[in-house]
Structures are given as C-alpha cells and as structure tokens.
T-cell receptor, first 113, second 113 residues
Framework: AQSVTQPDIHITVSEGASLELRCNYSYGATPYLFWYVQSPGQGLQLLLKYFSGDTLVQGIKGFEAEFKRSQSSFNLRKPSVHWSDAAEYFC???????????FGAGTRLFVKA | SQTIHQWPATLVQPVGSPLSLECTVEGTSNPNLYWYRQAAGRGLQLLFYSVGIGQISSEVPQNLSASRPQDRQFILSSKKLLLSDSGFYLCAGEGARGTGELFFGEGSRLTVL
C-alpha cells in the first residue's frame, strides 16, 4: 500500500541555520510529490511539487526539494531559516490512483533566535 | 487561480446538535473535492471525496456525511454531533485532475462541548 513517512515529529533549528526535513514514500510507480506548509489555525499552502524532469525542484519562500528515486525520498531543504518559517510541514504523494492524495503525519518546525 | 472558501471559520456546538460546514470553489470547474479532518497535533485524515455533483465517497465510518449539491459546493454535515467530532476541518480541491495536487481552504475549527 502507498504510504508517506516523515520520520521527525518536530525539529528545532536556529534562525539562519540550514534546514532539511525528511520524507520517504512507498509507491510502486513514480509518484507525484508535494510539500505543503501549514501555519497554526490555517489551511495548507503548496510549497513545491515534483511531477517529472529535473529532480531538484524549487518552490516558494526559498525552499527546494530533491527527488531521489533510489532512496524513495523527497527531502525538503532551505539554506537559511527565518523565524517566519516556523510551521508544520507535510509531505504528500499524489497520482496514486483512487483520487486520493496521501499525506505524511507532518513535521513541526520550531525556529529559535 | 483556484480558491476555496470555507465557513464558518470557528464553531462551538453542544453535543447532539446538528452541523453544517460549507465549502465553495472558485477558478475551476468540475473539480474533485475533499473533506479532511485534523485532530490536535495530528496529520490529515481524509473523510470524504467527490468527483462530481451528487457523487460522494466516504473513507471512514463516522457520524458525518457530505453532499455536493452543485459543481462548486461541498457540504459537511452531521445530524447529532459527538465530542469526538471536534477538530479542524479542511476542504480541498484538486488543481488538475489526476495529479493529486490540492489547494486548501482556510479551515473550520469545530469544538463540541
């Protein structure tokens, strides 16, 4: 069955430090991959997506993610974190058939001064 | 661009009372629509999805129901709320059919007392 794993429930980084959020998926074919961000009490906003082509994709707010087929991973990165990046981040897999997008459990990012 | 409107944003209801959460979509026609629930500190649980008017699929047995009376309207209902129905409800639409890329509303916070 398809699944998405975000191994880190929460991560704390210092402002200005680099960030990497991990995401692993289980799916037989090449999936469509997404990262979303959710601020407290808000809906989810799409950060970036991968459908095909270049495996390094750029998103909004300075985020990027790299699709690694051999590792079934789609990790999210940012070279320098800002305090406003504190939020919850969700990795998701689409195009799995059955009209459903599968979400990971989320990683909450805390940013310390 | 595609936009989801949800209301009400916040709702406090007594146990046993009815519920109606509404979702409307702008900027697209005949979208796949979804209702998700987030319990506090947890990921997204898919409740219902709809591929067209009058077509509803339920993902989990529960006290809730959904309806799609018009192409761009999706309603989440209950006849009698339970305490366990408390949570954050998100309506989403699929940006391009078959991709799994979703755009979300701002959410509705339901507290059942």
């Amino acid at each position: 069955a398809q699944s998405v794993t975000q191994p880190d429930i929460h991560i704390t980084v210092s402002e200005g430090a680099s960030l990497e959020l991990r995401c692993n998926y289980s799916y037989g074919a090449t999936p469509y991959l997404f990262w979303y961000v959710q601020s407290p009490g808000q809906g989810l906003q799409l950060l970036l997506k991968y459908f095909s082509g270049d495996t390094l994709v750029q998103g909004i707010k300075g985020f990027e993610a790299e699709f690694k087929r051999s590792q079934s991973s789609f990790n999210l990165r940012k070279p320098s974190v800002h305090w406003s990046d504190a939020a919850e981040y969700f990795c998701a897999v689409g195009n799995t058939g059955g009209f459903k997008t599968i979400f990971g459990a989320g990683t909450r990012l805390f940013v310390k001064a | 661009s595609q936009t989801i409107h949800q209301w009400p944003a916040t709702l406090v209801q007594p146990v046993g009372s009815p519920l109606s959460l509404e979702c409307t979509v702008e900027g697209t026609s005949n979208p796949n629509l979804y209702w998700y629930r987030q319990a506090a500190g947890r990921g997204l649980q898919l409740l219902f999805y709809s591929v067209g008017i009058g077509q509803i699929s339920s993902e989990v047995p529960q006290n809730l129901s959904a309806s799609r009376p018009q192409d761009r309207q999706f309603i989440l209902s209950s006849k009698k709320l339970l305490l366990s129905d408390s949570g954050f409800y998100l309506c989403a639409g699929e940006g391009a059919r078959g991709t799994g890329e979703l755009f979300f509303g701002e959410g509705s916070r339901l507290t059942v007392l």
